[in-house]
């Protein structure tokens, strides 16, 4: 199969990421499902600013790889156990962003207090310790994401952050808006007390955005009361 598409697809949405200031150098990782059941993974050790499309590699979901002229990422062991997991899931974005690490390393969960981190499914947990590259950190991340079906991110403890998409281009918004959000609260913290959206107030913006058909994020189920 020609994977060329899914190729330009992933770096197109990668440059976004690093316009975004969402990954610098080569931290940070994307993946996408490819229409034969594969993954498309940005690659190990690459710095963004001389990536190419041909670059991007492709593994099968135990990550063996299947066209991969370069490593495939460090963190393949991670996307591909969410997406043997998460079957509605199409996109995987990992991001090192500041605010992200930043509240990831204080092991603090955000609560709902804008409608970015609404989008996001707020309040987002912080997963429980993991080694980075290994499957054990994706199980963790997993577990989270299959407790509350709504949830879209999650942040890793001194690691940084998990979106999840149907395709590359929700989870890169996701992660954005997540990042937004989280920048907004850290703001907030500098001046008083945030005040967090009641559940509701969040089911209230839910059937707003429901009854308009452009919900900021496509949550199964609405927030938990």
Not at 54 to 83: F, K, Q, W, Y
Not at 204 to 223: G, H, L, N
């Amino acid at each position: 199969m020609n994977y060329r598409r899914i190729r330009e697809q992933v770096y197109a949405v990668t440059m976004k990421a690093v316009e975004a200031n969402l990954i610098r150098l080569s931290a940070g990782n994307l993946s996408a499902r490819t229409e034969d059941g594969y993954l498309a993974i940005t690659p190990s050790g690459i710095k963004y600013d001389v990536l190419r499309p041909e670059d991007i590699a492709i593994v099968d979901l135990d990550g063996n790889p299947i066209d991969a002229p370069c490593r495939p990422s460090s963190e393949t062991p991670m996307h591909t156990i969410i997406l043997r997991s998460l079957p509605s899931v199409g996109a995987v974005f990992h991001t090192h962003s500041p605010y992200a690490i930043t509240f990831a390393a204080l092991e603090m969960e955000i609560p709902p207090i804008n409608l970015e981190l609404f989008a996001c499914g707020a309040p987002i947990p912080v997963a429980e310790w993991a080694c980075p590259a290994t499957e054990e950190a994706g199980l963790r991340v997993v577990a989270l994401f299959q407790k509350r079906p709504e949830l879209r991110v999650v942040l890793q403890r001194n690691h940084g952050l998990v979106a999840i998409g149907a395709d590359l281009e929700q989870a890169f918004e996701l992660a954005y808006d997540a990042e937004v959000g989280m920048q907004i609260y850290h703001q907030a913290l500098q001046i008083g007390t945030p005040i967090a959206m009641t559940p509701q107030q969040m089911q209230q913006v839910y059937e707003i955005y429901r009854k308009f058909k452009t919900p900021p994020a496509p949550s199964a189920s609405p927030p938990r009361a």
